[in-house]
């Protein structure tokens, strides 16, 4: 009988923990989270640190206990301090060795923190974890706050940028990009948000320089400050990947790049040892090179994956691409590909909707939708099944819904490649 390792208990963990439980009712299964709480979902922290959400909603599969009686794991709080990949070991922080089996990676990602001056004030929030999302709150309900900067124009930094806005709060809003959601929205999408946002009372700066971060507020390349009473930092996450980072000896180290690099069996490059979620780097589907692509669905399909594998069931993960819907400020936004990859692009726009998308040699390659998002799904199908070289072809309730939506004939013909059918 196998003896599993699951390090870190993220959505990936959670997944893959359930997958094991039901394909080995009997085995060990040891999990390693030091919180010693069930799995959080990051999405949700704004809407809990905003009061739009009780804390228990943070995590939608239950507290630890409820998990751990339901899939008998046997929860380690003292966590790992480091994964040894020749001998399939754990070591925890209070020393203690465990040999296993199979052990799968999960340790998903931390904030990223920018390298500028000051970031030890105690008036900088991050907004990734359960602690991140209490610390801003706390602060918020028992501090008078005015002012507030938040760095990075992204789908958390838009979220911890409505949270503030909704306090009444003068907010900010900064990135060195030219515009907001830099990595999903094509520009011309991106200024009609910024349009949006600024009748919402919200300030832009983008295309700016950060030079230093403080109590007091941003300083920048240029000279000029920001005063702010607070300032949130929400500019992507970094993998962790320290538990399986430089360990000796050479030849049997997992292989990482920005994060730990797996196969489509979620394996890396030693035996017996596995990764999934935010930590590791999965196959881009659009590009064919592997990218960490961090996203809650993706997380949970990469841990059923590669506990399938573990548990001697050979399943591939096919892969995926970037793809993210958000609500702010009574907007919703959708990107579905790459905006960078080049394509002809088209706009179609009617009241409360626009869908530009791009096409490159008959195929999709992404589409920015604000809006009426409700046709999201039936275009992530459209792009899915060009990727895996499936004939496009719409049924008719999907091509009914593409076109109740407002989306005429032509337009929806060519983003699904049937001109000429």
Same mark, same amino acid.
């Given at each position: 009988?196998?003896?599993?390792?699951?390090?870190?208990?993220?959505?990936?963990?959670?997944?893959?923990?359930?997958?094991?439980?039901?394909?080995?009712?009997?085995?060990?299964?040891?999990?390693?989270?030091?919180?010693?709480?069930?799995?959080?979902?990051?999405?949700?922290?704004?809407?809990?640190?905003?009061?739009?959400?009780?804390?228990?909603?943070?995590?939608?599969?239950?507290?630890?206990?409820?998990?751990?009686?339901?899939?008998?794991?046997?929860?380690?709080?003292?966590?790992?301090?480091?994964?040894?990949?020749?001998?399939?070991?754990?070591?925890?922080?209070?020393?203690?060795?465990?040999?296993?089996?199979?052990?799968?990676?999960?340790?998903?990602?931390?904030?990223?923190?920018?390298? +500028?001056?000051?970031?030890?004030?105690?008036?900088?929030?991050?907004?990734?974890?359960?602690?991140?999302? =209490?610390?801003?709150?706390?602060?918020?309900?028992?501090?008078?706050?005015?002012?507030?900067?938040?760095?990075?124009?992204?789908? +958390?930094?838009?979220?911890?940028?409505?949270?503030?806005?909704?306090?009444?709060?003068? *907010?900010?809003?900064?990135?060195?990009?030219?515009?907001?959601?830099?990595?999903?929205?094509?520009?011309?999408?991106?200024?009609?948000?910024?349009?949006?946002?600024?009748?919402?009372?919200?300030?832009?700066?983008?295309?700016?320089?950060?030079?230093?971060?403080?109590?007091?507020? +941003?300083?920048?390349?240029?000279?000029?400050?920001?005063?702010?009473?607070?300032?949130?930092?929400?500019?992507?996450?970094?993998?962790?990947?320290?538990?399986?980072?430089?360990?000796? #000896?050479?030849?049997?180290?997992?292989?990482?790049?920005?994060?730990?690099?797996?196969?489509?069996?979620?394996?890396?490059?030693?035996?017996?040892?596995?990764?999934?979620?935010?930590?590791?780097?999965?196959?881009?589907?659009?590009?064919?090179?592997?990218?960490?692509?961090?996203?809650?669905?993706?997380?949970?399909?990469?841990?059923?994956?590669?506990?399938?594998?573990?548990?001697?069931?050979? *399943?591939?993960?096919?892969?995926?691409? &970037?793809?993210?819907?958000?609500?702010?400020?009574?907007?919703?936004?959708?990107?579905?590909?790459?905006?960078?990859?080049?394509?002809?692009?088209?706009?179609?726009?009617?009241?409360?909707?626009? +869908? =530009?998308?791009?096409?490159?040699?008959?195929?999709?390659?992404?589409?920015?939708?604000?809006?009426?998002?409700?046709?999201?799904?039936?275009?992530?199908?459209?792009?899915?099944?060009?990727?895996?070289?499936? &004939?496009?072809?719409?049924?008719?309730?999907?091509?009914?819904?593409?076109?109740?939506?407002?989306? #005429?004939?032509?337009?929806?013909?060519?983003?699904?490649?049937?001109?000429?059918?």
């Amino acid at each position: 009988m196998k003896r599993y390792a699951i390090v870190g208990f993220g959505c990936a963990g959670y997944h893959a923990s359930k997958t094991l439980r039901q394909l080995c009712p009997g085995s060990p299964i040891d999990v390693y989270e030091k919180t010693g709480e069930g799995t959080a979902n990051p999405m949700l922290t704004t809407y809990y640190a905003s009061g739009k959400i009780g804390r228990d909603m943070l995590f939608p599969f239950g507290d630890l206990d409820k998990i751990k009686g339901e899939l008998s794991l046997n929860v380690v709080s003292s966590g790992a301090f480091r994964v040894e990949p020749v001998n399939r070991a754990v070591e925890t922080e209070n020393g203690d060795i465990q040999l296993y089996d199979e052990i799968l990676v999960s340790t998903g990602a931390s904030a990223s923190k920018p390298d +500028v001056i000051g970031l030890t004030g105690g008036k900088i929030f991050y907004m990734r974890t359960v602690k991140d999302a =209490e610390h801003l709150k706390a602060y918020l309900d028992e501090n008078r706050v005015s002012a507030a900067a938040v760095i990075g124009a992204s789908m +958390v930094g838009i979220k911890a940028a409505e949270l503030l806005r909704g306090r009444g709060i003068k *907010t900010t809003l900064l990135d060195a990009a030219p515009a907001v959601f830099p990595l999903a929205a094509y520009e011309s999408t991106a200024k009609r948000i910024e349009s949006e946002l600024s009748k919402e009372g919200l300030d832009l700066r983008m295309d700016v320089s950060v030079s230093a971060v403080g109590d007091d507020g +941003v300083a920048f390349g240029d000279g000029s400050f920001l005063k702010s009473d607070l300032t949130c930092l929400c500019i992507g996450s970094r993998a962790n990947v320290d538990l399986v980072a430089n360990i000796e #000896p050479v030849e049997g180290r997992v292989l990482i790049n920005r994060g730990v690099v797996v196969n489509e069996k979620m394996r890396t490059n030693r035996d017996g040892i596995y990764g999934a979620g935010d930590c590791c780097e999965g196959l881009n589907l659009q590009t064919g090179e592997n990218m960490i692509i961090g996203l809650w669905a993706n997380a949970a399909a990469q841990g059923e994956c590669a506990a399938r594998n573990m548990a001697g069931l050979a *399943t591939r993960f096919s892969g995926s691409f &970037p793809h993210n819907i958000t609500h702010f400020f009574g907007m919703t936004f959708a990107g579905l590909g790459d905006p960078a990859l080049p394509g002809e692009r088209r706009l179609f726009k009617r009241e409360g909707l626009s +869908v =530009e998308a791009a096409v490159d040699s008959g195929r999709l390659r992404s589409v920015n939708i604000l809006g009426d998002c409700r046709v999201s799904g039936v275009i992530k199908s459209i792009l899915l099944k060009q990727l895996s070289d499936v &004939p496009p072809k719409l049924g008719a309730t999907q091509r009914s819904l593409l076109c109740s939506a407002g989306l #005429p004939d032509g337009f929806v013909d060519w983003i699904s490649d049937m001109e000429g059918d």
